[in-house]
Structures are given as structure tokens and as C-alpha cells.
């Protein structure tokens, strides 16, 4: 589906307060779309020129190539065939380019190169801790070892097809039902190879985006499912520090939009009050309590300790049938958090919750 970014510019948090790091981007969908709160939104997003650019270089493709691909057998392939295509357009809108070499993309590039030095060199690199760990691509290491001389179509064969990001959507169709708001996480950074930066594709993509683009994507209903109670009056206990508020804002927005919504108690979490922050300025009704890592002599650092610290409010609404939500980090985060829920209902509480499907769980990356 053709989405367009929202052409009225609503975007960034609504007030001057920078985010770094951080976009609230709102994008309009196709006539016919639906979405409910909860739901994801994934984007087909585009190499950057700069990378694109860099992968010519490397490959020591001239400017402005047209090539025509073809392939033995009956493959699958994500790629065109028998048409031509410029190279820069395989390069942007057709492969990853910056997934992590594999082995045998080690042992390929070896094939390529009539160096000793290299191939010894190449056949002396720690897999495990050399590629893996500093998540290495198959440019960086054509960047490293010039000798090797990689034909654009080994190249691409070595490359998996643009792979969707999925985000989290951060409002609510009754407040416009055509309107999909997400918040996005820039990741960008020093290169963990050690040499340059390294940003990520579909964040940096998205940010990179000026009111009235369209990009690609699709609504996706999650499973295991993530969606609010039918009844309205249900209590909700929302817990999503960072940028996992992103679902939990959709859900304040539709309770804000309903006759008769039931008490929400919200626990989130980040850096600094007044620095990363999202959606500060924003008031729902609902019990809001904030824990921040950074800031000396504040109660609480991470939600899990605030959470904690409610006991007796969470344990009350649990037992008045609240539906609990956690979005956002599932490697220490919603691990921490279902701890401190135990300690707060008990294993068997816990158990119930996710029995009767009240524990529902929205968790990315690490
Ligand atoms: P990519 O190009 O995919 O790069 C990310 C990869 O690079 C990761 O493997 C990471 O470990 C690695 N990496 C990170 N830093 C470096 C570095 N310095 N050097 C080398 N490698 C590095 N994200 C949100 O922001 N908001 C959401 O609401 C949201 N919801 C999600 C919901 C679900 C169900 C899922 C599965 C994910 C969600 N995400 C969300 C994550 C999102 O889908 C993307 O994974 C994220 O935006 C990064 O994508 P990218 O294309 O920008 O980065």
C-alpha cells in the first residue's frame, strides 16, 4: 500500500522540545485501509544515496550503470530479471545492504581476490567475534581488503531483499481513521565495525522523510494479539518505557475518545525529564508515574521499580480485572517487568493474567 506522509506536517511531538534520536511521524493511508490501536505499521523503506553510493564505490561500479539480470533455473528471486535496470535502483530499492557478512560470503569473497596477504588475512578472521559481534558487512570488508574484485552480481547474490521494520502504531482511528501515527527510534551511531557510522535503514529513512512523501507499507494486526479490552470501562495498567510508550499512546488516545473508560495507571521510563521525554506535553486521563536513569535523586530508574513502588494500586486494579500491557525492550525490560508483576499478584496472579489473555506483550529487539 502507498502511505503519505501526513501533508499538514503534524509530525515531530507537537511542542518545541527537541527529542533527539526520537521522530512522532504521522502518515495518511490509502482510501479503504483500516487500523485499530495496537496494530503495527510496516514500512518498505529505501537504501540511503550516501550508502548507495558507497556500495558503487566499493564494487568500483561506474556511474550510471544499466544492467540487464538473468539466472540459470527456476529460483525464486526478489530481483528483476531480463529488464534493464539501473544499477543505482537495485542498489536502492531491491537488497539490504548493510546485514552482517555470513561465512560463506567470507569464503566467496576469498574466491575473488588473487592476493595472498587477503586470503590469509580472511582466513584468519574469528567469525563469531570479527563479523557477528561487530556486525561487519560484506561492503565493509570490500572497503577493507581492496584486492577484491566482486562482480555487482555475486554481490547480489549475496544480499537478502529489503526486509519490512514494523512500528508500533501510536494513535487511535477515532481520532481520524485514515491517520497512523508511529514513533520511531533513530539508530545511528559510531559503526560498531570501529569505522564509520552506522544508521540504521528504515529509521533513518522515515526521518528522513519531508511532509507529502508517500512510502510503502502495510497495517499488521500483531500476534500474539495486542489490543485494548471491548469494554471500555476495563482498568488498564500500561507499562512502556522509551520509545515502547509508542502502542500505549494509541490506547490513552482511544480511552480519551470513548464515553465511560475505566482508571489507567501508566508507568514509563526514560533517560531525563527534559531531554528524552516523548509525548511530554500530552495529558490523558490516567494515573501517570515515570521512572528516569538519569536523574540523580529521583525515586525511581527504571518503570519496574516504579511499578513496585504501586504495589498496592496495580494489585487493586489487577484484581478489578485490568488488562496489563508491556511494550518496548523484550531482552531486559519486559523480563524485569514480569518479575516485579510477580512480586506484586503472585505466580498464580500472573498466571491467571496471561490465561485470561490480560497480559498482553508488544516487545522488540534488544
Ligand atoms: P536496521 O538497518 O535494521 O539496523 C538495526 C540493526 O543494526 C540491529 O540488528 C542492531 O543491533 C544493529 N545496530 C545498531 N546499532 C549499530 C551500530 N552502531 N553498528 C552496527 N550495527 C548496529 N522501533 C521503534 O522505533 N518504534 C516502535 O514503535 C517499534 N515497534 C516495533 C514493533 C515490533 C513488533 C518490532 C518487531 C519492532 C519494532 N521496532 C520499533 C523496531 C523497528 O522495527 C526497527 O527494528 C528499528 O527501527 C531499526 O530499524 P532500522 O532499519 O532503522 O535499522
Given at each position: 500500500?502507498?502511505?503519505?506522509r501526513?501533508?499538514?506536517g503534524?509530525?515531530?511531538?507537537?511542542d518545541?522540545?527537541p527529542?533527539?534520536?526520537?521522530?512522532s511521524?504521522v502518515?495518511e493511508?490509502?482510501?479503504?485501509?483500516?487500523?485499530?490501536?495496537?496494530?503495527?505499521?510496516?514500512?518498505?523503506?529505501?537504501?540511503?544515496?550516501e550508502?548507495?553510493?558507497?556500495?558503487?564505490?566499493?564494487?568500483?561500479l561506474?556511474?550510471?550503470?544499466v544492467?540487464?539480470?538473468?539466472?540459470?533455473?527456476e529460483r525464486?528471486?526478489?530481483?528483476p530479471?531480463?529488464?534493464?535496470?539501473?544499477v543505482?535502483?537495485l542498489?536502492?530499492?531491491?537488497?539490504?545492504?548493510q546485514?552482517?557478512a555470513?561465512?560463506?560470503d567470507?569464503?566467496?569473497?576469498a574466491?575473488?581476490?588473487?592476493?595472498?596477504?587477503?586470503?590469509?588475512?580472511?582466513?584468519r578472521?574469528?567469525?563469531a567475534?570479527?563479523?557477528?559481534a561487530?556486525?561487519?558487512?560484506?561492503?565493509a570488508?570490500?572497503?577493507?581488503?581492496?584486492?577484491?574484485?566482486?562482480?555487482?552480481e555475486a554481490?547480489?547474490?549475496?544480499c537478502?531483499p529489503i526486509?519490512?521494520?514494523f512500528?508500533?502504531?501510536?494513535s487511535s482511528?477515532?481520532?481520524?481513521?485514515?491517520?497512523?501515527?508511529?514513533?520511531?527510534?533513530?539508530?545511528d551511531?559510531?559503526?560498531?565495525?570501529?569505522?564509520g557510522r552506522y544508521?540504521g535503514?528504515?529509521?533513518?529513512?522515515?526521518?528522513?522523510?519531508e511532509?507529502?512523501d508517500?512510502?510503502?507499507?502495510?497495517?499488521?494486526?500483531p500476534?500474539?494479539?495486542?489490543h485494548l479490552?471491548?469494554d471500555p470501562?476495563?482498568?488498564?495498567v500500561?507499562?512502556?518505557?522509551?520509545t515502547?510508550?509508542a502502542?500505549?499512546?494509541?490506547f490513552?488516545?482511544?480511552?480519551?475518545l470513548?464515553?465511560?473508560?475505566?482508571?489507567?495507571?501508566v508507568f514509563y521510563?526514560?533517560?531525563?525529564?527534559?531531554?528524552d521525554w516523548?509525548?511530554?506535553d500530552?495529558?490523558?486521563?490516567?494515573?501517570v508515574?515515570?521512572?528516569?536513569?538519569?536523574?540523580p535523586?529521583?525515586p525511581?530508574?527504571?518503570v519496574?521499580?516504579a511499578?513496585?513502588?504501586?504495589a498496592?494500586?496495580?494489585?487493586?486494579?489487577?484484581?478489578r480485572?485490568?488488562?496489563?500491557?508491556?511494550?518496548?525492550?523484550?531482552?531486559?525490560?519486559?523480563?524485569?517487568?514480569?518479575?516485579?508483576l510477580?512480586e506484586?499478584?503472585g505466580?498464580?496472579g500472573?498466571?491467571?493474567?496471561d490465561?485470561?489473555?490480560?497480559?498482553?506483550?508488544?516487545v522488540?529487539?534488544g
Amino acid at each position: 500500500e502507498e502511505l503519505v506522509r501526513d501533508p499538514s506536517g503534524l509530525w515531530d511531538f507537537g511542542d518545541e522540545r527537541p527529542r533527539p534520536g526520537v521522530r512522532s511521524i504521522v502518515a495518511e493511508l490509502p482510501e479503504g485501509v483500516t487500523y485499530e490501536a495496537g496494530n503495527h505499521l510496516a514500512v518498505y523503506a529505501k537504501n540511503d544515496p550516501e550508502l548507495v553510493a558507497w556500495a558503487t564505490h566499493c564494487l568500483r561500479l561506474p556511474a550510471g550503470q544499466v544492467v540487464r539480470l538473468s539466472q540459470e533455473g527456476e529460483r525464486a528471486t526478489h530481483l528483476p530479471l531480463g529488464v534493464p535496470v539501473p544499477v543505482e535502483l537495485l542498489l536502492t530499492e531491491f537488497v539490504e545492504l548493510q546485514e552482517v557478512a555470513t561465512r560463506s560470503d567470507l569464503e566467496t569473497l576469498a574466491s575473488f581476490t588473487e592476493c595472498p596477504w587477503t586470503r590469509g588475512e580472511l582466513a584468519r578472521i574469528d567469525y563469531a567475534e570479527d563479523v557477528l559481534a561487530k556486525r561487519v558487512s560484506v561492503l565493509a570488508l570490500l572497503e577493507r581488503f581492496p584486492s577484491i574484485a566482486l562482480p555487482l552480481e555475486a554481490f547480489l547474490e549475496m544480499c537478502g531483499p529489503i526486509r519490512p521494520r514494523f512500528y508500533s502504531i501510536s494513535s487511535s482511528p477515532l481520532a481520524g481513521p485514515r491517520r497512523v501515527r508511529i514513533t520511531v527510534g533513530l539508530v545511528d551511531g559510531p559503526a560498531w565495525s570501529g569505522t564509520g557510522r552506522y544508521r540504521g535503514m528504515c529509521s533513518a529513512y522515515l526521518a528522513g522523510l519531508e511532509p507529502g512523501d508517500a512510502f510503502y507499507g502495510y497495517v499488521r494486526v500483531p500476534s500474539p494479539p495486542f489490543h485494548l479490552p471491548a469494554d471500555p470501562a476495563t482498568p488498564l495498567v500500561l507499562i512502556g518505557p522509551g520509545t515502547g510508550f509508542a502502542p500505549l499512546r494509541g490506547f490513552l488516545e482511544e480511552r480519551s475518545l470513548l464515553p465511560d473508560a475505566g482508571p489507567a495507571k501508566v508507568f514509563y521510563g526514560c533517560r531525563h525529564p527534559e531531554h528524552d521525554w516523548l509525548y511530554r506535553d500530552e495529558t490523558w486521563d490516567a494515573d501517570v508515574r515515570v521512572a528516569f536513569s538519569a536523574l540523580p535523586g529521583h525515586p525511581h530508574r527504571y518503570v519496574q521499580e516504579a511499578l513496585l513502588a504501586d504495589a498496592e494500586g496495580v494489585r487493586d486494579l489487577v484484581e478489578r480485572g485490568a488488562y496489563v500491557y508491556v511494550c518496548g525492550d523484550g531482552v531486559r525490560m519486559a523480563p524485569a517487568v514480569r518479575r516485579a508483576l510477580v512480586e506484586i499478584c503472585g505466580e498464580e496472579g500472573v498466571r491467571r493474567l496471561d490465561a485470561e489473555g490480560r497480559y498482553q506483550q508488544d516487545v522488540f529487539g534488544g
